[in-house]
């Protein structure tokens, strides 16, 4: 089964779309068929903005409306053209969302048609094409169209627009996002208190968006496995100074997955080792996606069970 997007993912498609989008009067359809009387509400509107809160993406308009969209286990955004640089002479490279990857190469600076996809996992290549503007590329539900950018969201869970209030209220249900608080010992403290007080499984905590923001399966397992801490522990046998420690933990592997663009969760790598997981997903990790190998600390074999209908990786050894 495909990862489900984390909150890194979705912060760099904010980032990606504000770069590219944000500030110009936009095009708005939505060439499968069923988002279209939200197209019609945002076609010609200017976006203002566009923020991540853990899973969920809010574009905000001149009119006040906001694009809410979650892109659940199989979205993903594909943008053409003249597509920015996320960060330090990075160049595009293919999808943002659950990147479903198109064969391609990284492309230079050269002004071209290039596609960009964010989403379904971690993989981001662009590929140039000579069509303009590209025609939809499957499912597309919704096409936002600057002129020198298109960006396409297919197979979203959810793609709604609201007015600021119905935004807020959404917002207001999310549990803390280290990347939109802005006192970060006070948002752990939240977070510590909605954890302590709970008998269910800190496993299943860390999940619950209402709880923490951004957190994903991938992640749960890895932060789970840094602090050595048994998924099935019950909340309110956790002490508060792990539970700060998670999210001072989070807190960190958040920017650094927004920085590179993956989930490179082991802080036992050096310099090299860092580059060659980059681009070898099976050296990203502690335990998540290693049932059956060996813990990479003890060498037990790592366990794979279920909790609350998700896959759950961890050390029977070393998570105690």
């Known amino acids: 089964m495909a990862a489900v997007p984390e909150g890194h993912t979705v912060h760099r498609v904010a980032r ?18 069923r988002f279209a009387a939200g197209a019609a509400r945002l076609d010609g509107r200017t976006m203002t903005g566009a923020t991540a809160v ?11 409306d906001v694009l809410r969209v979650h892109l659940g286990l199989y979205g993903a955004w594909d943008l053409y053209g003249d597509v920015s640089p996320l960060g330090d002479g990075e160049r595009v490279r293919g ?37 303009w503007p590209p025609p939809p590329l499957g499912q597309v539900r919704v096409r936002l169209d600057s002129g020198p950018v298109v960006a396409d969201l297919r197979g979203p869970s959810a793609c709604e627009v609201l007015t600021a ?20 010992d006070a948002a752990g403290e939240v977070v510590v208190e909605r954890v302590t007080r709970r008998q269910v499984a800190v496993g299943q905590l860390l999940m619950d968006q209402s709880v923490v923001a951004g957190i994903g399966n991938i992640y749960r397992a890895e932060l789970l496995f840094r602090a050595r801490l048994d998924p099935w522990t019950p909340g309110r046998r956790v002490p508060a100074e792990v539970v700060r420690g998670i999210w001072r933990d989070w807190v960190v592997l958040l920017a650094d997955g927004i920085r590179d663009g993956v989930m490179l969760t082991r802080e036992d790598l050096d310099d090299a080792g860092r580059l060659a997981a980059r681009h070898d ?25 279920e909790m609350a209908t998700r896959k759950l990786y961890r050390c029977p050894v070393c998570q105690v």
Do not use: I, N
């Open 95 to 131: 999808s943002l969302g659950a990147p479903r990857v198109r064969p391609g190469s990284v492309m230079d600076a050269q002004p071209s048609t290039r596609r960009l996809r964010l989403g379904e996992d971690e993989s981001e290549h662009a590929t140039a094409d000579d069509a």
């Open 16 to 33: 990606q779309l504000a770069l590219d989008l944000v500030g110009r009067p936009l095009a708005v359809s939505s060439p499968q068929g």
């Open 165 to 184: 209030d119905e935004a807020a209220a959404v917002r207001a249900r999310l549990g803390p996002d280290p990347q939109d608080v802005a006192d970060l």
């Open 281 to 305: 997903p099976t050296l990203r990790h502690w335990v998540y996606g290693r049932g059956g190998l060996p813990c990479r600390v003890c060498g037990t074999p790592v366990v794979v069970e």
């Open 54 to 64: 853990g899973k969920q993406l809010f574009c905000t308009f001149d009119t006040a």
